[in-house]
């Protein structure tokens, strides 16, 4: 049980206090301060919000339990909940149920909250993510223990998918059946709601809103992520400015520049050697079988059932991509600077992604890096490449950061030494907070 610094504070009163002191950094000059200290307020606010969501759930799991917004005229501990913190409708419901599940058998992932360790978005992914294993205690608490220890590396997103996947592995028949009926109805949903509009905006130009479903998306970003890579600038190749286009206005030249290639040439734009298509990893008996069953996901994260990329699949080729095997040619020795789209390929099925700890730049917006440069003899081949994004090719090439490639196959990168002469580890994933 905590204990209150001054006599006859209650936690109300202490965090009032709190609030006074937190509320005076609004007058911080921000931009007297060093990159250090602004890395360092940010990992502190961070820890100061799973803090402060751990004592919530245990105030409100209280209110609950006792009814004391029901006694003070609220319909539910939720309604009261809403009003106050002014939040969406329906969120207040979700942070009754947090509170419930933290106060009740998932004690670990309150304690963890509580310390800062995860963020309080990690913690409804832990909850959901258990609720979904079989009922088993033991069961339930070595997966959330599992979890727990995934979240020191992974964003929200990421652990999510960890979460599935843990599911999946536990109890594979039932998380299929449930995914794919799920799949199938936003699918059909996301299919007959589909629309695009472009109107007038009033201010001389227009405004573009759409939706549509999983499956044209992936073929939207195939066709326009390749010709949204930044532009440098200016007539001197050795004073060339960084592209002043954020995103959105690169995807928006893309949609643009997509549409005038159609018209005036009625052919797509080239991407990696190859004209745009969508990449799907998907099982082949799934794509097989013919069965609405099994999913498969695309090359930037989007996951489709299998139905969708049997559908894709219609005006498509297969290309199997065997690491290694017979069905393309990884290795193109030294003839070759250039990546082949064979080995590209295989080396987005290998990585998927950046693979730069927790980076998870899609490779359309990659490169191939050479672990050992073609001009110093390194082979134009996988076991000798990894999929970098700009910003972390240029890294690995200025910095001591070193890339290499395990005994497994995969990449792996080496810190620098934080003194010199110090030995390092290899590491995949980086933690939250370093």
Same mark, same amino acid.
């Given at each position: ?42 990992? /502190? *606010? %961070? +820890?100061?919000? #799973?803090?402060? @969501? &751990?004592?919530? =759930? !245990? /105030? *409100? %799991? +209280?209110?609950? #339990?006792?009814? @004391? &917004?029901?006694? =003070? !005229? ?361």
């Amino acid at each position: 049980m905590a204990i209150l610094s001054d006599h006859g504070s209650g936690p109300a009163e202490l965090l009032g206090r709190a609030t006074v002191e937190v509320a005076s950094l609004s007058e911080v000059l921000w931009a007297a301060r060093t990159d250090a200290e602004l890395l360092e307020v940010g990992v /502190a *606010v %961070a +820890e100061l919000r #799973a803090v402060l @969501a &751990a004592v919530e =759930a !245990g /105030a *409100v %799991a +209280e209110v609950e #339990a006792r009814g @004391a &917004a029901k006694r =003070a !005229g609220w319909g539910s501990t939720a309604d009261w909940l809403t009003h106050v913190g002014g939040l969406r409708r329906g969120a207040g419901r979700r942070v009754v149920r947090r509170a419930r599940a933290l106060t009740g058998d998932r004690c670990a992932t309150a304690a963890a909250l509580a310390d800062g360790a995860v963020s309080p978005e990690q913690a409804d992914v832990v909850l959901d993510a258990v609720e979904e294993l079989p009922g088993a205690p033991l069961l339930r608490r070595r997966g959330e223990t599992h979890l727990l220890e995934q979240a020191r590396c992974l964003d929200a997103t990421d652990l999510a998918r960890a979460g599935r996947h843990l599911a999946q592995v536990v109890d594979p028949d039932r998380v299929e059946r449930r995914l794919e009926a799920a799949l199938d109805r936003e699918e059909r949903a996301a299919h007959l709601g589909r629309f695009l509009t472009v109107t007038d905006d009033g201010a001389g130009g227009v405004r573009v809103k759409g939706r549509g479903s999983v499956e044209d998306g992936a073929i939207l970003r195939a066709a326009l992520l390749p010709l949204t890579r930044p532009q440098p600038t200016g007539d001197d190749p050795a004073a060339l400015k960084a592209d002043p286009r954020d995103h959105g206005a690169r995807l928006w030249d893309a949609l643009v520049t997509t549409a005038q290639h159609a018209l005036d040439t009625g052919l797509p734009p080239a991407s990696h050697g190859q004209v745009p298509r969508v990449a799907v990893t998907i099982d082949l008996d799934d794509l097989r079988d013919g069965l609405d069953v099994g999913e498969g996901e695309a090359e930037d994260g989007l996951r489709l059932s299998a139905a969708a990329v049997r559908r894709l699949a219609c005006d498509a080729g297969i290309v199997p991509v065997v690491l290694g095997g017979e069905s393309q040619v990884l290795d193109v020795g030294r003839e070759r600077r250039r990546v082949t789209t064979a080995i590209w390929q295989a080396l987005v099925a290998r990585d998927r992604h950046c693979a730069f700890p927790s980076c998870t730049r899609p490779p359309v917006m990659c490169h191939a890096h050479h672990l050992v440069h073609w001009a110093d003899g390194g082979p134009t081949s996988l076991d000798n490449l990894v999929l970098l994004c700009g910003h972390h090719h240029r890294l690995v090439h200025h910095t001591p950061w070193q890339a290499r490639i395990a005994a497994d196959g995969r990449p792996e990168f080496l810190p620098p030494p934080r003194r010199a002469g110090q030995a390092v580890q290899p590491i995949r994933h980086r933690p939250r907070r370093e």
